[in-house]
């Protein structure tokens, strides 16, 4: 099993261009989430799916969006990149909600110019 | 929203030392307190978790407390290895409601050979 796999690993992007960070998993998880890891803030949720067609915003959604059309695949778009959004962005599934385990993905490193 | 802080942000011991990096949250309905690993270039992983109805848990060299009335909850290594050297996040979330985690900003965690 491949777990929770995100591609790309790095991706470089010029302001206003736009782009979709790819998330898988074989786990058969229902919840999923997208969390960014900025230096000295930990990880922020930013969206995050309890099952196929259903997503909710968490802490720090604006300038993302995402949709859920499988159990397996859940995509984050960046509509019009800023250099805010440089960061590393890892997604997660869990088998159960807020009283789970947590799994992550390697992440990916994005950097906006 | 929760607030979780965490300390220190840096820690520095001698192999073989203890180590104990502690967190506080101020959602007081929270029931699940993760502590999570990350290695550097990787994704957190989990290494130890605790519900709210548990005040200590242990695994192996890991060890946390929960102090429900103080909220705040504490991750303890023991007997430290050059190996435990890497990034803490602890976290708290509401079990079975939702998917939503809150992290503490981490603890860089050093064991000096």
């Known amino acids: 099993n491949a777990g929770v796999t995100q591609t790309p690993k790095f991706q470089v992007l010029k302001t206003g261009q736009s782009m979709t960070l790819q998330c898988a998993q074989d786990?058969?998880?229902?919840?999923m989430s997208w969390y960014r890891q900025d230096p000295g803030m930990g990880l922020r949720l930013i969206h995050y799916s309890v099952g196929a067609g259903i997503t909710d915003q968490g802490e720090v959604p604006n300038g993302y969006n995402v949709s859920r059309s499988t159990t397996e695949d859940f995509p984050l778009r960046l509509l019009s990149a800023a250099p805010s959004q440089t960061s590393v962005y890892f997604c997660?599934?869990?088998?159960?909600?807020?009283?789970?385990?947590?799994?992550f993905g390697p992440g990916t490193r994005l950097t906006v110019t | 929203g929760e607030n979780v802080e965490q300390h220190p942000s840096t820690l520095s011991v001698q192999e073989g030392d203890s180590a104990v990096i502690k967190c506080t949250y101020s959602?007081?309905?929270?029931?699940?307190f993760p502590w999570y690993k990350q290695e550097l270039g990787k994704g957190p992983q989990l290494i130890i978790d605790?519900?709210?109805?548990?005040g200590e848990k242990k695994d192996q060299r890991i060890a946390v407390t929960l102090n429900k009335t103080a909220k705040h909850f504490s991750l303890h290594i023991t007997e430290t290895q050059p190996e435990d050297s890497a990034v803490y996040f602890c976290a708290a979330s509401l079990a079975y409601t939702g998917n939503q985690f809150y992290f503490g900003t981490g603890t860089s965690l050093t064991v000096i050979p």
């Open positions: 997660a599934t869990n088998g159960g909600g807020g009283g789970y385990e947590q799994y």
């Open positions: 605790i519900r709210s109805n548990v």
């Open positions: 786990m058969n998880h229902e919840y």
């Open positions: 959602d007081s309905a929270s029931n699940y």
